[in-house]
């Protein structure tokens, strides 16, 4: 049987329609193969990822009957054969999942006969069924493939491809995390920042100073407990999604004063607020007292341990001068030891915190102020996460840092609600509303021509800063957008020709993947009226 490649697209749109992320090596047949109800294969294995993600997708092939909304009146004539199951293959038993674990798998869907998944990792294998599961289609009650035979070969261009959420300003309960990680599964994301405490509220238990959580969470019932981060944590790994901690300090730490208001500087000065801060309430950890520092080690070591994964991500960002400058306590400090400022104090602070990480055995993330807007120099090691100027991503590479692109003009899923200031009828900072296609156009490796800076280039993330969001409006803001970064992070701006490819190209593949997700429970917010989706390309701006 003839196989048509990747790169004659308007040759096999159908099979090109099924598959989100769009895989690196693409290559299709012109048949179409029965598939009512193919069996999962594992072989002999002691796994418990690879059982658990072969229980799990085997329920959805059994109850998932998609089709695509361009597809609403699509009619299959006959089949050519029947595809009745699939076999796993995993090369090798290590399964730590770290930066630098292997993701790649090749996928072979004959036109009759049972399919084969191999991958180097049990990671691969998962990234591989989720692909198997989209390329099921059902027509008129009848599940087929279609295009077979198909072969395919991926792996992602990056290797850290993440979402940022935000559960201080508003909580999340453990339900809403876990489904979004499905979602995250169903879109080959595979790193989970979770900026779990902030100004706000601190809902995580801690056993070193348990009164954090005690008089910082907003109840009881908005907090997190040692059982549940280990079980999202567990929950995670299974879908092959590393979940990396993030301690914002010493800014964004207001709440830590409802404990320990003696190692804190200008707590919740009103009504100027905004002197000290970027948003209410203001408060930092006073980088002039030895017990501030002390405090923050302690984080860093009980949380450091609590998560497993080996990046601990330290924040770093938005720290306000003023708030220490006009401190009486810092003031007194600097006048007693001549030669020091605040900028000294800062640059100890972070050498002592980052000096902890790697006490740890782990690595290092921070936020571009510590590299940009200090006078630290971080280890190496370090990765930056890049979100004030886009420039900010050639800029670290340029210093020989890893990054991680977060830029705020593509990538926040925050903006476009306006202010959520009530006394301010206007647009939020970063304003306007972030759509899937800006953020599809946006490219991580834009202006970095250097071979070995791109190579720094390691991730991308979507953030959601959480003060107008909630459960209830969750998925809406997380999806599709996010798979919108998902496919530029794993399969790159172009394809193997050196096309870049463009949204009107991708949309209905898009399209197929948001109501994919809708049926699997996620809520994810429509793209177009439904007369767009069922007729692609008659509603582009001619």
Not at 233 to 249: C, L, M, S, T
Request: hydrophobic share 35%; glycine share 6%.
């Amino acid at each position: 049987m003839r196989l048509c490649s990747l790169s004659l697209v308007g040759l096999v749109p159908l099979a090109l329609g099924s598959v989100w992320p769009i895989p690196v090596v693409f290559q299709t047949g012109n048949s179409t193969t029965s598939a009512p109800s193919p069996q999962i294969n594992p072989g002999y294995t002691t796994s418990s990822i690879l059982t658990g993600a072969v229980t799990r997708y085997g329920k959805i092939i059994s109850i998932e009957r998609f089709t695509g909304p361009s597809d609403y009146k699509t009619t299959i004539s006959g089949t050519q054969g029947t595809l009745t199951g699939l076999s796993i293959s995993v090369a090798s038993s290590d399964e730590t999942l770290a930066l630098e674990t292997d993701e790649s798998y090749v996928l072979d869907v004959p036109q009759n006969g049972q399919a084969k998944l191999q991958a180097k990792t049990v990671y691969g294998a998962l990234r591989g069924l989720e692909t198997f599961s989209q390329l099921l289609e059902t027509f008129s009650g009848k599940r087929v493939v279609r295009n077979t035979p198909i072969h395919i070969e991926d792996k992602p261009v990056l290797p850290h491809r993440g979402i940022s959420l935000d559960t201080s300003r508003n909580f999340y309960p453990v339900k809403d995390i876990e489904r979004t990680l499905d979602a995250m599964s169903y879109n080959k994301l595979n790193v989970l920042h979770w900026h779990i405490v902030d100004a706000q509220s601190w809902p995580v238990e801690s056993i070193t100073n348990p009164d954090l959580a005690k008089n910082g969470a907003y109840s009881p019932s908005m907090m997190y407990s040692y059982a549940d981060v280990q079980e999202l944590i567990k929950y995670a790994r299974d879908r092959g999604i590393r979940i990396i901690p993030e301690f914002d300090i010493p800014g964004h730490t207001y709440i830590v004063g409802n404990t320990y208001p003696e190692i804190m500087s200008c707590l919740n000065k009103q009504p100027n607020w905004d002197h000290f801060a970027a948003e209410p309430p203001s408060g930092q950890l006073n980088i002039a007292k030895p017990k501030a520092t002390d405090f923050a080690i302690e984080v860093i070591n009980e949380y450091g341990r609590l998560f497993t994964d080996s990046v601990f991500h330290l924040g770093g960002d938005e720290v306000n001068r003023n708030c220490w400058s006009e401190d009486p306590d810092v003031i007194r400090y600097l006048a007693a030891h001549p030669g020091e400022d605040v900028e000294s104090l800062l640059v100890s602070f972070y050498t002592k915190v980052h000096d902890a990480v790697h006490k740890l055995k782990k690595t290092a993330m921070s936020w571009e102020e510590t590299l940009f807007h200090s006078k630290y120099v971080p280890p190496k090691d370090t990765i930056i996460q890049t979100w004030i100027d886009e420039n900010s991503i050639p800029n670290t590479v340029a210093k020989g840092y890893r990054s991680v692109a977060s830029p705020a003009s593509s990538y926040y899923l925050d903006c476009g609600h306006g202010a959520w200031l009530p006394n301010f009828d206007g647009n939020s900072w970063c304003d306007p509303f972030k759509t899937w296609m800006h953020i599809y156009n946006f490219d991580p490796f834009a202006n970095i021509t250097n071979p070995a800076q791109r190579k720094l280039v390691i991730g991308a993330e979507v953030a959601l800063w959480s003060e107008q969001s909630d459960s209830t409006v969750l998925d809406a803001r997380l999806w599709p957008r996010a798979s919108a970064m998902a496919e530029t992070a794993w399969s790159g701006k172009t394809d193997a020709k050196g096309h870049k490819r463009t949204t009107a190209e991708v949309a209905d593949r898009m399209h197929n993947q948001r109501f994919r997700m809708v049926g699997r429970g996620i809520g994810a917010e429509p793209m177009q009226p439904l007369w767009c989706a069922r007729n692609p390309g008659a509603c582009n701006l001619p």
